[in-house]
């Protein structure tokens, strides 16, 4: 089982609507979460982090994260042509140190005008 | 414009040649990696440093060196490239080791 799991889609959503990806992780351990999104070609940059059971809202995103049933979701809400990117988790199992950030492989989101 | 410096941008290297990609930020970050990321294998850490002066092996450190002899710098070395090294290299930093992670551009490195 990989440790961070993603589906790789593609996702497609129609313009406007709300986009939801989803990411599961295997350490109960794990500490903190993160989502990026990448475009082709580009870095991943930050959208969000979360480190708490609940929802996290930021403008037109939300993290929601449930550490029971270790997942952690990223809605887009008024989904827009501009947010058409991977997007990947990250999740930092327990302990201490840097290296314990481990990315899922990504989903692929188009958002269709 | 605070951030991360990755050079050089794309390189195309022959197999057996020596290579360092350099990284430098300048946000006085502690905490540094490196990673490539490949289609359908996604990010997977090389090397990482908690602080200056310490470093440390991730998940695919074989062939790959780095150093971190202060705050702002930390270069990864393939001592003697080979083809499966072909692969897009992001440097990163993060302010502490629970933190978000900041990239640097990138490197895109083909080795013939």
């Known amino acids: 089982q990989k440790e961070v799991e993603q589906n790789s889609g593609p996702l497609s959503v129609p313009e406007g609507a709300i986009a939801s990806l989803n990411c599961t992780y295997s350490?109960?351990?794990?500490?903190?979460f993160f989502w990026y999104r990448q475009y082709s070609g580009k870095s991943p940059e930050l959208i969000m982090f979360?480190?708490?059971?609940g929802d996290k809202e930021d403008g037109r995103f939300t993290a929601q994260l449930n550490k029971a049933s270790q997942y952690v979701s990223l809605l887009i809400r008024d989904s827009q042509p501009s947010d058409s990117a991977t997007y990947l988790c990250?999740?930092?199992?327990?302990?201490?140190?840097?290296?314990?950030?481990?990315f899922g492989q990504g989903t692929r989101l188009t958002i269709n005008p | 414009i605070a951030g991360i410096t990755q050079a050089p941008t794309s390189q195309i290297l022959a197999a057996g040649r020596r290579m360092t990609l350099r990284c430098t930020q300048d946000?006085?970050?502690?905490?540094m990696y490196w990673y490539r990321q490949d289609l359908g294998l996604g990010l997977r850490l090389i090397h990482y440093?908690?602080?200056?002066?310490?470093?440390g092996k991730g998940e695919v450190p074989d062939g790959y060196s780095v150093s971190r002899a202060n705050t702002d710098d930390f270069p990864l070395t393939l001592a003697s490239a080979v083809p499966s090294q072909t692969s897009v290299y992001f440097c990163?930093?993060?302010?502490?080791?629970?933190?978000?992670?900041?990239f640097g551009n990138g490197t895109r490195l083909t080795v013939t």
């Open positions: 990163a930093s993060s302010e502490a080791d629970n933190s978000p992670l900041h």
């Open positions: 350490d109960r351990g794990s500490q903190s």
């Open positions: 979360i480190y708490s059971n």
């Open positions: 990250a999740v930092r199992h327990g302990g201490q140190g840097a290296q314990k950030l481990v």
């Open positions: 946000m006085r970050h502690n905490a």
């Open positions: 440093s908690n602080t200056a002066g310490t470093t």
